[in-house]
């Protein structure tokens, strides 16, 4: 019978807002298993696949492999990157070379992305739950000008007043002074 490893991934929570999280994921590989990680869609479910709902990660993203009974990952071309203890493994899109992974290892998918260009006639979607934007839905606005809805935003403001946009990362104090005369307001 052929050895299985068996892979555990659990979200880290720290005290930043932009902690992704999901339930805990088990897996038993085989050696010449390959756990690809990517965005959700509907298309793609089953055992050798871990999707995320989020716009930072492609759909495509990374995969999780076993080589000589040890882990290691690889970015596989994503546009937003694959970090391992805060290390960029590859340029965006560019595939990287594996990378040998440790317990206690902190992997984050997509922790720069920027936003890129839009298309005008795009519809503008909540980066959290990935839904459309709409009149008449309660929204959140953030200080760097990310649109989020409100109830998909919520769980962000549990550090009130801190708050970090969880597509920019830019942090924010949500307490900081409005009263700014005209002349001092920089128009962006």
């Known amino acids: 019978m052929e050895k299985t490893t068996h892979l555990r991934i659990v979200p880290h929570l720290d005290t930043s807002p932009n902690s ?19 965005r959700f869609t509907d298309r793609f479910h089953n055992l050798d696949r871990i999707t995320f709902r989020s716009k930072v990660v492609s ?22 990157g694959t970090f391992v ?24 998918l997509g922790v720069d992305y920027q936003g890129g260009i839009e298309d005008e006639d795009e519809i503008d ?38 708050f970090t946009c969880p597509l920019c990362r830019s942090y924010a104090d949500l307490n900081a002074n409005v009263a700014i005369d005209t002349e001092e307001a920089i128009i962006i």
């Open 20 to 38: 992704l999280v999901f339930d805990v994921i088990e897996r038993d590989l085989h050696n010449d298993t390959v756990l690809k990680i990517g």
């Open 59 to 80: 759909r495509g993203h990374a995969e999780i492999f076993i080589e000589n009974n040890q882990f290691y990952i690889r970015d596989t071309r994503s546009s937003s």
């Open 85 to 108: 203890n805060r290390a960029r493994l590859s340029p965006p899109n560019q595939e990287s070379k594996p990378f040998l992974l440790h317990h206690g290892d902190v992997i984050q």
């Open 125 to 162: 979607e909540c980066c959290i739950c990935l839904y459309a934007i709409a009149p008449f839905q309660a929204l959140f606005v953030a200080p760097c000008s990310h649109s989020f809805h409100f109830k998909c935003c919520y769980p962000l403001l549990q550090n009130y007043p801190g």
